[in-house]
């Protein structure tokens, strides 16, 4: 080779190098076969990124948090258990089994389960990654809990190729897997590498949950990412689906010449082209850059329903959110303003998930840490108030190693222990078990039930666990709202052994009925507090059930389910005593469902006020009256003699009242009823009295 060609050679080399840089994650130059370069996670740079919250950073020019600083703040942990959940039982994790050092410690009932059933959704497949803590190796695993106890009971391993520090699984299937990897520029030395923040794209082409191909794209070099700790995807509003990965932040506060130390953390948007398999280069950008000190830390993210992505920042224990400010649907704008800022040393947010009602969920480090709530109650953009959901978890004082994400029917899964032997003693650890716990939020509002163990890693010894993502529902809406109601009066709260009424939108999905068998038969079913409860009859806005007495009064959950999909849920109260009266509008006011009772003529009014001389006896049929006896009756503002009050035939929660229409009443009167406890029935229900 001459030198006029070697120099020609240079200078080619030099001008691409120029434009690459430039225009980042081009699909022809930038998406790199992962047999090609095949980066595996820094697994010691991940065991290292611990942190506590300090009371101020070091790095130079570091972003502050904006609250007023608490003088206490520092050593001041939160009350327990929250004034939310004080009328209920704060919810527990299940018993975390300690980790026996001198066994291999694997759990065979995980590790012998069946492969995923070809054909479940991947909306009802937990994604994770096991990372071995000795090598470069890892598998990304994938598990689903068909019998609906909150256990893994099938599992597949997507890959083996070294696993990950998070995943994320996009609307089209694509699952999206993030790292930090070292860089060894080509050279055999150690003295040049870097770290970088690596994203490898799978695909499984064949539905059988094992990755097919993949693309790894290098974030240090196209937008100076030195790591890669958390991710989320999202669809626009066109339709387009994109990535949303961050870098740590990570900086020893203890230690300002840590080689791990990064700079404030960058967060990068990529937007999918479909037509490469690659990323748009003109829509793909920084949201943050790497430096700019806008925020401290980027250890977690979570896209809220409308979009807009939720940055948790350890070190400055807020929560920022970056809007979506064109309608796209795609976040592009850091507020200045934190979403939320925690009050108490404990809150430090190390992980976040959102559901789709917008309630975050948030978790700090600790032996004995809470799970958080965060509500923003008045819908202006910003947190309100956040609740203690779950006491006592044990999470691992680590940025890179947790997960922590909901389910679409609002089931939220969580990461304990998650660097197993290695949460050392001497740091502060227990070495506990790594496992994923799962909480039951069957009316997607915060109010947690009792965990399971979903899963645990196959050796906690050597094994790992970090991220949990759901892949997205692509035929079912997002779990909708409803209400329950007396099915009489339709007002006010349903009643212990009464008929009820939920009412809402879509309920069914276009199904009706008019038994418990067509209700069987089209695979609808409504549980109370986890209590499965007859559907007499069904539309798709309103379903019909009776309440069984054994639930008692108080507040509690309401799903309607259809095939074992929850279409709707919210909680709701149930009252011991709400009489009302079943009218012919089906209203709960007009004109009264009665019958003539004197003589067995059991006829529709209107009513004689006498029958052979006597005050005629009229039947009236409700619910919501038979738990609170002997009960009261006006009809026309005059007291009515009651003969009978109760239950009515074998109709399970209908109730029943015999009266004697009192003299001096004709027209349209109305019928009020009174229980033994106060309780009133509407005022605007009536006979028609000839």
């Known amino acids: 080779m001459t030198a006029r060609t070697r120099f020609h050679l240079s200078i080619c080399t030099l001008v691409l190098a120029l434009v690459t840089a430039s225009w980042p994650l081009s699909p022809a130059v930038h998406a790199q076969n992962a047999a090609e370069r095949e980066f595996r996670p820094d697994v010691r740079r991940a065991l290292a990124s611990r942190q506590a919250p300090a009371k101020l950073p070091t790095r130079d020019g570091a972003y502050q948090p904006q609250r007023v600083e608490n003088p206490e703040a520092a050593t001041l942990a939160r009350p327990l258990p929250s004034v939310q959940n004080s009328a209920r039982r704060t919810p527990q994790p299940a018993p975390r089994r300690k980790n026996n050092a001198s066994t291999s410690g694997a759990n065979v009932n995980v590790v012998s389960l069946p492969r995923v059933s070809v054909g479940t959704p991947l909306s009802r497949v937990l994604h994770t990654s096991q990372l071995s803590l000795a090598n470069s190796s890892g598998t990304h695993e994938e598990y689903v809990d068909q019998s609906g106890n909150f256990v893994a009971d099938e599992r597949t391993t997507f890959d083996a190729r070294g696993g990950s520090y998070d995943i994320a699984v996009g609307r089209s299937g694509t699952r999206y897997e993030v790292f930090t990897a070292i860089d060894d520029r080509g050279t055999a030395t150690t003295a040049d590498d870097v770290d970088t923040g690596v994203l490898v794209v799978g695909l499984d082409t064949n539905g059988d949950y094992v990755r097919d191909s993949s693309s790894t794209f290098d974030l240090g070099r196209d937008f100076g990412l030195p790591s890669a700790v958390s991710v989320v995807t999202g669809t626009s509003v066109a339709g387009r689906e994109f990535v949303i990965v961050s870098s740590s932040g990570f900086f020893n506060s203890q230690d300002s010449h840590d080689p791990k130390n990064e700079p404030s953390p960058g967060v990068v948007l990529l937007v999918r082209d479909s037509s490469t398999g690659g990323f748009d280069n003109s829509l793909s950008r920084s949201l943050l850059r790497v430096g700019d000190n806008r925020i401290f830390n980027a250890n977690a993210l979570t896209l809220l329903p409308n979009n807009n992505l939720v940055i948790a920042d350890f070190q400055s224990n807020e929560l920022r959110i970056v809007r979506d400010t064109n309608g796209d649907r795609i976040p592009d704008m850091l507020d200045p303003v934190p979403f939320y800022q925690f009050k ?3 809150d430090a947010p190390l992980d976040i998930a959102a559901n789709s009602r917008g309630v975050i969920f948030s978790h700090s480090a600790g032996n004995s840490t809470p799970l958080l709530a965060v509500y923003d109650d008045n819908n202006d953009g910003f947190a309100d108030r956040d609740e203690v959901v779950v006491s006592g978890l044990s999470i691992d004082n680590n940025l890179v190693l947790h997960g922590l994400t909901v389910e679409r029917d609002g089931s939220v899964y969580i990461v304990e222990d998650a660097m197993g032997a290695n949460d050392l003693p001497a740091d502060g650890g227990n070495g506990g078990v790594p496992q994923i716990d799962a909480f039951p939020d069957p009316a997607l509002n915060g109010f947690l039930r009792d965990g399971a163990i979903f899963a645990e890693s196959d050796n906690p010894n050597t094994l ?35 008929l009820a009424t939920i009412q809402g939108a879509s309920l069914t999905r276009g199904a009706s009925g008019a038994t418990q068998d067509e209700a069987t038969t089209r695979g609808l079913s409504v549980n109370i507090e986890g209590v499965s409860v007859p559907v007499l009859s069904f539309s798709d806005t309103q379903i019909h059930v009776h309440v069984p007495k054994s639930l008692g009064a108080g507040v509690g959950s309401v799903v309607v389910y259809l095939n074992g999909n929850a279409l709707a849920a919210d909680d709701a109260s149930i009252a011991s005593t709400n009489p009302g009266l079943f009218t012919i509008p089906q209203s709960g006011a007009g004109e009264t469902v009665a019958l003539l009772v004197s003589g067995n003529r059991y006829t529709r009014g209107p009513f004689p006020s006498k029958f052979d001389n006597k005050s005629s006896v009229v039947a009236l049929f409700g619910t919501g009256w038979r738990n609170s006896l002997p009960v009261a009756v006006t009809v026309g503002g005059k007291p009515a003699n009651v003969s009978y009050a109760g239950k009515s035939g074998g109709f399970p ?16 009167a109305t019928v009020i009823v009174t229980t033994a406890s106060g309780a009133t029935s509407r005022s605007d229900a009536f006979i028609t009295i000839q």
Request: charged share 10%; proline share 4%; aromatic share 4%.
């Open 344 to 346: 108490f040393s404990d």
């Open 464 to 498: 790992a666990l970090s991220g949990l993502s759901f892949g997205v529902e692509t035929v079912l809406a997002p779990v909708g709202h409803l209400t329950l109601t007396n099915s009489a009066s339709l007002q006010g709260a349903a009643t212990s052994d009464g």
């Open 653 to 668: 929660g209908l109730d029943q009242l015999n009266i004697a229409i009192p003299d001096g009443i004709s027209g349209a």
